[in-house]
């Protein structure tokens, strides 16, 4: 098994409100992968409510095999999530690891 975890930072110039609209709508584009993406063990997008900290979002997902997270990544509907912070995002940060 593989869990795969991203951070995400977005931009500090991006009014708050906004922020959270966006970090909503790509929390509920992810949460609902696992119906169209069959290799998703597990998925969840927690948002940071600690103002001290850097990142915003987090995303963990859980995967039989490397190649799974792959495929995932590829997969159109995880594509369009991933747009949905483009132009928000300042940076990512990622770990896969065995478990």
């Known amino acids: 098994m593989v869990k795969h975890i991203v951070l995400f930072k977005l931009k500090n110039d991006i009014p708050d409100e906004e922020k959270n609209i966006v970090m909503n709508k790509f929390k509920v ?10 290799v998703i063990r597990k998925i969840e997008v ?6 001290d900290e850097a990142w915003n979002i ?7 095999t490397l190649e799974d ?3 995932y990544a590829c997969h159109p509907e ?8 483009a132009d928000v995002k300042e940076n990512r940060a990622c770990v896969d690891y065995e478990f």
């Open 78 to 85: 995880h594509v369009a999530a991933g747009k949905i912070l």
């Open 69 to 71: 997270v792959k495929l």
């Open 46 to 51: 927690g948002l940071n409510t600690n103002p």
């Open 29 to 38: 584009a992810i949460e609902a992968l696992p119906t169209k993406i069959s």
């Open 58 to 64: 987090v995303l963990y997902s859980e995967f039989d």
